[in-house]
């Protein structure tokens, strides 16, 4: 769209008026763009990441390329079902596949891994990959099940959520769902073209001492803790226990805050300025921005004060401008310190100006469409029919809003003090001369605002083509006071001052209704706090207030924050649905709700990971980093799916519950940790935030890494103590 506009721009400019510069002042495709273009980065190094450490734990080429082709081929495929199903390339989708990358390679990874296993027990190549694939069929389609199923909350988030986060677990879905097909096809035919069975790699001879190393002290540490199951189970609740205390400190917000080098600040001055004053007033404001904020660091400011000439403009924008005594500031910055100077600024600029109202709306695009347009996150609204009264509650509201810890740009919007004239109208003398008060007031309409609202004429420029308004109306010049508009002719006979008084007023500048009722709006940004905390105490001040309202008057919460409140209800419930739906699937694979049960306890220390890799990198939940904690749920299902399902073949084969669950630990070992630390590095580069825009993805990827990082150790300690103990008890 933008690049399309773009090019239509040498076209208006041949054909605008001469002396006419027609130039794109602020463009927030560059800020996409840019996002974009980070989040395939951040794709790429995750796949070389993952590559490398395939290779690592491999030790072979030929299988890690194996491995690596069902990336390009998964997300082809996944690319190919969004574009059928209408979606189009974004940050959202883009960063699913992403998260995805990390999880790709599990399914072949398993599989190459178990046939290199039965190589090892002297088998031939054939029959090894037969074996190692009918061996892990049941627990793979399990595995992979349960991390698509885990995606289904998704489709219960409402709002601007649901069009953002629906194509990302689309994307997710769609390529783990091809990685798994692939691991059943063109793996084994791979691996039976490619491999050589036997063949000797020397180069990673020194890691792979150090792994058997590692899987030894592991053993021997699993051994000890398998002896006393209180020894593993006791610090697993304790970091259970820690991460509930934890959980309340961490916070909520709805989507993180994103740098896109832009400010938009609102600038009210006093209610029916003209423009002309408010003009000054902006260029003193403006020095100011200058003097406060380095100016290397400013790429340009614009200044839009006052509404347009049409109101039709105004349905495509979200302004906040009520008249020519208000305006908005935009602020394009070279450097990424928007947060930074929007405190300062806020700041400065209230104490420099105490008479002006200062408020910083949303400047990016992202952010302005969750926020549908509000200039805040927080909207409480008083409405009801008891005007006088609501109003005085309103501003009292309003002053308990400004003493809540993070709350800023406390403000109502509509202005209740703009100057007014009142026409007294004399009805007796009107009636005498057969004029009525409909027909004087549409006289002072016409000679005060032109014709062109009542009855507009045009002219075609004959050259042009372009239409204008044919306007007649009283020259603005030629009213400067009192006696001036007093004797303006009205119905024809009279002038104004001979049958009307004129009176001075107040009266607001804008009305506004919800449910055909009027409201007050309060509107409250967040500054160094998160949007749950702020909105907790919103909520208490309201409940403190709503006491205080007449019958049918009520008080309402609505604005970003509503749909944080619901976005958090609806994933916590297809949560649980979701978990139910696994756990399900378990029962019916393993056809066992003991087993079933084992394998679900390893999600507990995936959930106590998750809080504390948001608390030690000071994230907030949100529906990014819940994102994350979805996948790390599915994942770690997986994990322990392997585990498990191992266990009971050892079990099968006459070994008892300790053994089975050590020998399953101990083998298992290796593709456990290639897939967790596979996912775990592929995160890294999202979780850095390091390019423009990559804020809005890093939640997701310090979720799986902290989740996953604790669920891995869980499932190969937890896992195995509860598998034995339960086993044990039940033989």
């Given at each position: 769209?933008?690049?399309?506009?773009?090019?239509?721009?040498?076209?208006?400019?041949?054909?605008?008026?001469?002396?006419?510069?027609?130039?794109?002042?602020?463009?927030?495709?560059?800020?996409?763009?840019?996002?974009?273009?980070?989040?395939?980065?951040?794709?790429?190094?995750?796949?070389?990441?993952?590559?490398?450490?395939?290779?690592?734990?491999?030790?072979?080429?030929?299988?890690?390329?194996?491995?690596?082709?069902?990336?390009?081929?998964?997300?082809?495929?996944?690319?190919?079902?969004?574009?059928?199903?209408?979606?189009?390339?974004?940050?959202?989708?883009?960063?699913?596949?992403?998260?995805?990358?990390?999880?790709?390679?599990?399914?072949?990874?398993?599989?190459?891994?178990?046939?290199?296993?039965?190589?090892?027990?002297?088998?031939?190549?054939?029959?090894?990959?037969?074996?190692?694939?009918?061996?892990?069929?049941?627990?793979?389609?399990?595995?992979?099940?349960?991390?698509?199923?885990?995606?289904?909350?998704?489709?219960?988030?409402?709002?601007?959520?649901?069009?953002?986060?629906?194509?990302?677990?689309?994307?997710?879905?769609?390529?783990?769902?091809?990685?798994?097909?692939?691991?059943?096809?063109?793996?084994?035919?791979?691996?039976?073209?490619?491999?050589?069975?036997?063949?000797?790699?020397?180069?990673?001879?020194?890691?792979?001492?150090?792994?058997?190393?590692?899987?030894?002290?592991?053993?021997?540490?699993?051994?000890?803790?398998?002896?006393?199951?209180?020894?593993?189970?006791?610090?697993?609740?304790?970091?259970?226990?820690?991460?509930?205390?934890?959980?309340?400190?961490?916070?909520?917000?709805?989507?993180?805050?994103?740098?896109?080098?832009?400010?938009?600040?609102?600038?009210?001055?006093?209610?029916?300025?003209?423009?002309?004053?408010?003009?000054?007033?902006?260029?003193?404001?403006?020095?100011?921005?200058?003097?406060?904020?380095?100016k290397q660091e400013i790429e340009l400011i614009t200044n839009n004060i006052g509404v347009p000439a049409e109101a039709y403009n105004l349905a495509f924008g979200d302004s906040a401008t009520l008249g020519?005594?208000?305006?908005?500031?935009?602020?394009?910055?070279?450097?990424?310190?928007?947060?930074?100077?929007?405190?300062?600024?806020?700041?400065?600029?209230?104490?420099?100006?105490?008479?002006?109202?200062?408020?910083?709306?949303?400047?990016?695009?992202?952010?302005?469409?969750?926020?549908?347009?509000?200039?805040?996150?927080?909207?409480?609204?008083?409405?009801?029919?008891?005007?006088?009264?609501?109003?005085?509650?309103?501003?009292?509201?309003?002053?308990?809003?400004?003493?809540?810890?993070?709350?800023?740009?406390?403000?109502?919007?509509?202005?209740?003090?703009?100057?007014?004239?009142?026409?007294?109208?004399?009805?007796?003398?009107?009636?005498?001369?057969?004029?009525?008060?409909?027909?004087?007031?549409?006289?002072?309409?016409?000679?005060?605002?032109?014709?062109?609202?009542?009855?507009?004429?045009?002219?075609?420029?004959?050259?042009?083509?372009?239409?204008?308004?044919?306007?007649?109306?009283?020259?603005?010049?030629?009213?400067?006071?009192?006696?001036?508009?007093?004797?303006?002719?009205?119905?024809?006979?009279?002038?104004?001052?001979?049958?009307?008084?004129?009176?001075?007023?107040?009266?607001?500048?804008?009305?506004?209704?919800?449910?055909?009722?009027?409201?007050?709006?309060?509107?409250?940004?967040?500054?160094?706090?998160?949007?749950?905390?702020?909105?907790?105490?919103?909520?208490?001040?309201?409940?403190?207030?709503?006491?205080?309202?007449?019958?049918?008057?009520?008080?309402?919460?609505?604005?970003?924050?509503?749909?944080?409140?619901?976005?958090?209800?609806?994933?916590?419930?297809?949560?649980?649905?979701?978990?139910?739906?696994?756990?399900?699937?378990?029962?019916?694979?393993?056809?066992?709700?003991?087993?079933?049960?084992?394998?679900?306890?390893?999600?507990?220390?995936?959930?106590?990971?998750?809080?504390?890799?948001?608390?030690?990198?000071?994230?907030?939940?949100?529906?990014?980093?819940?994102?994350?904690?979805?996948?790390?749920?599915?994942?770690?299902?997986?994990?322990?799916?392997?585990i498990v399902s191992f266990a009971n073949e050892r079990m099968e084969e006459g070994d008892d519950a300790v053994t089975a669950a050590f020998q399953a630990g101990r083998t298992r070992l290796r593709p456990?940790?290639?897939?967790?630390?596979?996912?775990?590095?592929?995160?890294?580069?999202?979780?850095?935030?390091?390019?423009?825009?990559?804020?809005?993805?890093?939640?997701?990827?310090?979720?799986?890494?902290?989740?996953?990082?604790?669920?891995?150790?869980?499932?190969?300690?937890?896992?195995?103590?509860?598998?034995?103990?339960?086993?044990?008890?039940?033989?």
């Amino acid at each position: 769209m933008v690049n399309q506009v773009k090019n239509l721009l040498p076209t208006l400019r041949a054909s605008a008026p001469k002396g006419m510069n027609i130039q794109p002042l602020f463009d927030q495709s560059f800020f996409v763009q840019a996002a974009v273009d980070n989040v395939i980065h951040e794709g790429l190094i995750a796949a070389f990441l993952t590559g490398s450490l395939i290779l690592l734990f491999l030790g072979s080429w030929r299988s890690t390329l194996i491995v690596l082709i069902s990336i390009p081929i998964s997300i082809l495929v996944s690319l190919t079902m969004l574009y059928a199903l209408g979606h189009t390339l974004n940050i959202m989708t883009l960063g699913g596949l992403s998260l995805a990358i990390g999880i790709l390679v599990d399914d072949a990874t398993v599989e190459i891994e178990n046939v290199h296993r039965n190589l090892g027990q002297g088998k031939s190549l054939l029959q090894a990959i037969l074996d190692g694939a009918e061996q892990i069929a049941t627990p793979a389609l399990v595995a992979t099940s349960c991390i698509c199923i885990v995606f289904l909350p998704v489709a219960l988030l409402d709002g601007p959520a649901r069009y953002l986060f629906i194509p990302f677990a689309q994307a997710v879905v769609f390529a783990v769902a091809t990685s798994y097909w692939l691991s059943r096809t063109l793996v084994p035919l791979l691996v039976k073209t490619l491999e050589k069975p036997h063949q000797e790699h020397n180069w990673n001879k020194g890691f792979l001492s150090a792994f058997e190393a590692f899987r030894t002290r592991y053993s021997a540490l699993l051994l000890w803790g398998l002896a006393h199951p209180r020894r593993i189970l006791i610090p697993a609740l304790a970091v259970l226990m820690s991460a509930g205390f934890l959980a309340p400190l961490v916070g909520r917000d709805f989507f993180p805050s994103v740098d896109a080098g832009q400010i938009r600040m609102h600038v009210k001055d006093r209610p029916g300025q003209r423009i002309e004053d408010t003009e000054r007033t902006f260029a003193q404001v403006e020095d100011e921005i200058r003097r406060v904020i380095p100016k290397q660091e400013i790429e340009l400011i614009t200044n839009n004060i006052g509404v347009p000439a049409e109101a039709y403009n105004l349905a495509f924008g979200d302004s906040a401008t009520l008249g020519p005594s208000d305006g908005e500031i935009l602020i394009s910055l070279k450097s990424r310190k928007t947060a930074e100077h929007t405190r300062t600024l806020r700041a400065d600029l209230q104490e420099k100006f105490p008479d002006l109202t200062f408020y910083f709306q949303p400047a990016d695009i992202v952010s302005q469409i969750l926020s549908f347009g509000l200039p805040a996150p927080i909207n409480v609204r008083v409405a009801g029919y008891n005007k006088a009264e609501n109003l005085a509650i309103a501003r009292g509201l309003m002053e308990d809003l400004k003493q809540i810890p993070g709350a800023v740009d406390v403000h109502m919007h509509q202005d209740t003090d703009a100057p007014q004239l009142k026409v007294e109208v004399d009805r007796t003398l009107l009636a005498r001369q057969n004029v009525t008060q409909a027909n004087l007031a549409d006289d002072l309409l016409v000679s005060l605002s032109s014709n062109t609202q009542v009855t507009p004429n045009y002219w075609v420029d004959p050259t042009t083509g372009i239409p204008y308004f044919v306007a007649v109306q009283t020259p603005t010049q030629a009213i400067s006071n009192f006696a001036d508009l007093l004797n303006l002719p009205v119905t024809g006979k009279q002038l104004l001052r001979n049958v009307a008084t004129l009176k001075r007023g107040q009266a607001n500048t804008v009305v506004n209704h919800y449910n055909i009722q009027p409201v007050y709006d309060l509107f409250v940004n967040v500054q160094s706090r998160d949007l749950g905390g702020v909105s907790g105490e919103v909520k208490a001040v309201i409940a403190k207030w709503q006491k205080k309202m007449a019958p049918g008057n009520t008080i309402l919460l609505r604005g970003l924050v509503d749909s944080m409140d619901s976005s958090f209800y609806r994933l916590a419930w297809g949560f649980a649905a979701a978990l139910m739906l696994v756990f399900l699937l378990l029962v019916v694979n393993f056809q066992s709700f003991t087993d079933a049960a084992i394998i679900i306890a390893a999600l507990p220390g995936a959930m106590a990971g998750i809080v504390w890799g948001l608390f030690l990198t000071h994230t907030t939940f949100n529906v990014p980093s819940l994102m994350g904690a979805i996948m790390t749920l599915g994942v770690a299902t997986a994990n322990s799916v392997l585990i498990v399902s191992f266990a009971n073949e050892r079990m099968e084969e006459g070994d008892d519950a300790v053994t089975a669950a050590f020998q399953a630990g101990r083998t298992r070992l290796r593709p456990v940790m290639m897939t967790a630390l596979a996912m775990i590095i592929g995160m890294i580069p999202m979780s850095l935030a390091l390019g423009q825009g990559a804020e809005q993805n890093a939640p997701l990827g310090r979720a799986v890494i902290g989740g996953l990082s604790v669920a891995t150790l869980f499932t190969l300690f937890f896992v195995p103590a509860v598998f034995a103990l339960v086993r044990r008890r039940k033989s």
